[in-house]
């Protein structure tokens, strides 16, 4: 049986409101009446759909209480207060400030949720932990994450996401972390920011809500890294930490090998050095498994815990995670699903590691790419500039799906073959089509481009699009 999280006087007195309908405790907290497991507190948010239509039927599904701010919507116990969100941040806050664990908050253009899923590995290990599910890193994920933290948990991670700048400074606010990672700053939302310079600053808002001696952790290599270096100055941050190849970095990569299966490497630790190995493929997971050695080595654990839990972790569902896909005439290809988001930078790093994939005797290096969002003025020159790494990897078809990928299919090389889809749909009909034993295939876009759907389609043995794809 899972241990109380809430009581009704606790989350009451947490969030100001007003209690109606009897007595309850509450074992976890849920904004989705579709998955309310019995036990929960299910919180009526108004995003998409107002959650107060679903009241009802998250009390019949086995909710003990809702939290609303129109009573009337159900029948049962209830948490009434004026603004719902507010009081799901309210009960955050309180989960918070009775715990005792260490906060970590982590983001960043590229990494960010793999690095955190890392994070999230090691602190296991160490004992009590907490973490963001998925990519619960806006308004409402943020707050959730926090009202869901047991009292008794020794370390926990949140991740935090953002489209315009003051996103972060809000969620910083609210986890008040005692460790504040950026992965690296990279050109996504550029089109909503403006400037590499102000995706530098809107990202480094999270050194504002470190508790006082705070730590922070860096990129060492990026571009960025002194524009970074001079808001952690400007914190209440009592360290820096960075991490990467540069020399003097604090968590040094000395070397790193990639391979198909994943990489290993060595890692300076503050002076000590620590052998690596990470079961997600590709180059930049070096670097990322120093961002995950500073994060945690900041938050108490020793080097050669981490390592250890690094060699278990393999790339996650939609950011690089690998399945063999059965073909209708029989034969096999191997897809690589790294569909979950892109931007320039992590589009190169997903093409370089296609280049580590030899195919099978016959196969071809296939690259299923969906266009880059919110990019700005120079979308254009951005997509057109993946035509080299394409190359460099041994790429022989290209699929661009979303005319934001005309750009890059004018630009390719006469000995890579380009292909133009303009949705998710003819995407998929276009690789059900050249599909052949032994092909390795790589699927990456934006959210928004719909790849993903490709994958899923591919999970189900679906070839082609429904009508209505």
Same mark, same amino acid.
């Given at each position: ?15 100001? !409101?007003?209690?109606? #309908? *009897? ?11 579709? @998955? ?37 919507? =159900? ?15 309210? %009960? ?6 009775? =715990? ?62 953002? +489209?315009?700048? #003051? ?65 952690? +100055? ?9 991490? !990467?190849?540069?020399?003097? /970095? /604090? ?5 790193? @090998? ?23 493929? #590709? ?12 994060? =945690? ?27 063999? %896909? ?27 590691? %296609? ?20 990019? *700005? ?12 790494? %394409? ?8 699929? #661009? ?36 034993? *032994? ?5 990456? !876009? ?21 009508? +209505?794809?």
């Amino acid at each position: 049986m899972n241990r109380p999280l809430w009581t009704a006087k606790d989350a009451a007195r947490a969030t100001g !409101g007003r209690l109606e #309908g *009897g007595e309850w405790t509450a074992t976890g907290v849920s904004i989705d009446s579709r @998955t309310i497991e019995p036990g929960d507190l299910f919180v009526a948010l108004s995003d998409q759909r107002d959650g107060h239509e679903f009241a009802q039927a998250a009390l019949d599904a086995g909710a003990v209480a809702a939290l609303v701010s129109k009573p009337g919507v =159900c029948d049962g116990p209830r948490l009434v207060v004026p603004d719902v969100l507010q009081a799901l941040r309210d %009960l955050g806050a309180a989960a918070r400030d009775r =715990c005792g664990a260490v906060r970590v908050a982590v983001t960043g253009s590229v990494g960010k949720t793999s690095v955190k899923e890392w994070i999230a590995a090691a602190f296991r290990a160490a004992g009590p932990a907490h973490w963001s599910v998925k990519s619960y890193n806006n308004h409402w994920g943020v707050p959730l994450t926090l009202a869901r933290m047991p009292a008794g948990t020794r370390h926990a991670v949140f991740e935090m996401g953002m +489209n315009h700048a #003051g996103e972060i400074r809000a969620l910083t606010a609210q986890v008040r972390p005692h460790v504040a990672v950026i992965t690296k700053i990279a050109p996504a939302h550029l089109e909503n920011l403006g400037s590499m310079e102000a995706i530098a600053d809107a990202k480094s808002e999270i050194f504002e809500g470190l508790e006082p001696d705070g730590i922070a952790v860096i990129p060492a290599d990026d571009e960025f890294r002194d524009r970074l270096a001079g808001h952690v +100055n400007a914190s209440r941050a009592g360290f820096l930490l960075d991490f !990467g190849a540069a020399p003097k /970095a /604090a968590v040094r990569v000395v070397s790193y @090998t990639d391979g198909p299966d994943g990489g290993t490497g060595r890692l300076d630790v503050l002076g000590r050095e620590i052998v690596i190995r990470v079961g997600a493929s #590709g180059a930049h997971q070096g670097i990322n498994a120093a961002a995950v050695m500073a994060a =945690c080595v900041a938050a108490g654990l020793e080097p050669e815990i981490v390592a250890e839990v690094l060699a278990s972790q393999t790339a996650a569902p939609g950011r690089g995670a690998r399945f063999t %896909l059965s073909l209708p005439d029989g034969g096999e290809a191997l897809i690589v699903d790294d569909s979950y988001n892109a931007n320039p930078a992590s589009m190169t790093a997903a093409i370089a590691g %296609l280049a580590n994939r030899q195919p099978a005797r016959g196969g071809r290096r296939i690259a299923v790419l969906g266009e880059m969002l919110e990019l *700005g003025p120079q979308s254009e020159a951005m997509h057109a500039a993946l035509a080299e790494p %394409l190359k460099t990897a041994g790429v022989d078809i290209v699929i #661009g799906v979303g005319r934001g990928m005309q750009t890059l299919l004018s630009a390719l090389p006469k000995s890579v073959e380009g292909r133009q889809a303009d949705n998710a749909g003819e995407g998929l009909e276009r690789l059900g089509q050249i599909l052949r034993d *032994g092909d390795v295939v790589l699927i990456k !876009g934006s959210n928004a481009s719909g790849v993903h759907k490709i994958v899923a389609s591919l999970h189900e043995g679906r070839f082609h699009a429904p009508s +209505n794809a």
